[in-house]
């Protein structure tokens, strides 16, 4: 039972457009959510967070939009560039136990000329 | 300078062999935590240590034994290998603590490949 779940594995998107990845979640004790940014053969590097109690944080290129009810977040990254190309995973937290992310499988972005 | 390291990066064994892997952070962090990566690209938790002491324990085989020298150390013990452990062991730490909602920060992985 996944809890978190990245369900399109791969999205190519031109370079200067926005790129939108999705990321549905079905525990209701989730309040810290994360995407992190992963190239080949490194480890994966924290992007972007946001709370429940928000539903919009922005950084940069990067946004990340929360809808709560729909139990639904996600990234938007505008605009795109090459080295954006990479897998970029959803994770969540539940409050009491923060410590303990619960990870999507990723999607990966290519982002060509 | 690097934040969170993890030795060996590639590791190839005989099935039955005892390995271990090590991870090291130089950045003050309370908290250190093993994820495992499988061949479907899943990335779970298997335990975490806030200074040395157990925190999470997933339910992961006791082949599987952390050790936690000082909070800046996070070994993996790995006895009696078997196939299915083949996977990226991930390494990671974070502030935690007192501190909630903190972004954890990632080692570069150990490949473990399980002849």
């Known amino acids: 039972d996944q809890q978190v779940k990245q369900n399109s594995p791969s999205l190519s998107v031109q370079e200067g457009r926005i790129s939108i990845l999705n990321c549905d979640y079905t525990n209701s004790m989730f309040d810290y959510f994360l995407w992190y940014k992963k190239y080949p053969a490194e480890g994966p590097t924290f992007l972007i967070s946001?709370?429940?109690?928000?539903d919009k944080n922005e950084d940069g290129r990067f946004t990340v939009f929360l809808n709560k009810s729909a139990k639904h977040l996600s990234l938007h990254i505008v605009p795109s560039q090459p080295g954006d190309s990479a897998v970029y995973f959803c994770a969540a937290s539940a409050l009491g136990d923060t410590d303990k992310l619960i990870f999507g499988t990723g999607t990966r972005l290519q982002v060509f000329p | 300078d690097t934040a969170v390291s993890q030795t060996p990066k590639y590791l190839v064994t005989q099935m039955g062999n005892d390995k271990s892997i090590k991870c090291e952070q130089n950045?003050?962090?309370?908290?250190m935590y093993w994820y495992k990566q499988d061949s479907k690209k899943f990335l779970k938790i298997m335990f975490s240590?806030?200074?040395?002491?157990?925190?999470i324990n997933e339910t992961v085989p006791n082949r599987f034994s952390p050790k936690s020298p000082d909070k800046a150390h996070l070994n993996l013990h790995i006895n009696s290998l078997e196939l299915g452990d083949s996977a990226v062991y991930f390494c990671a730490s974070s502030p935690s603590g007192t501190v909630t909602n903190q972004p954890q920060h990632f080692g570069d992985g150990t490949r473990l490949s399980i002849l």
């Open positions: 240590y806030n200074n040395k002491e157990l925190i």
């Open positions: 946001i709370s429940s109690i928000k």
């Open positions: 950045l003050g962090h309370d908290t």
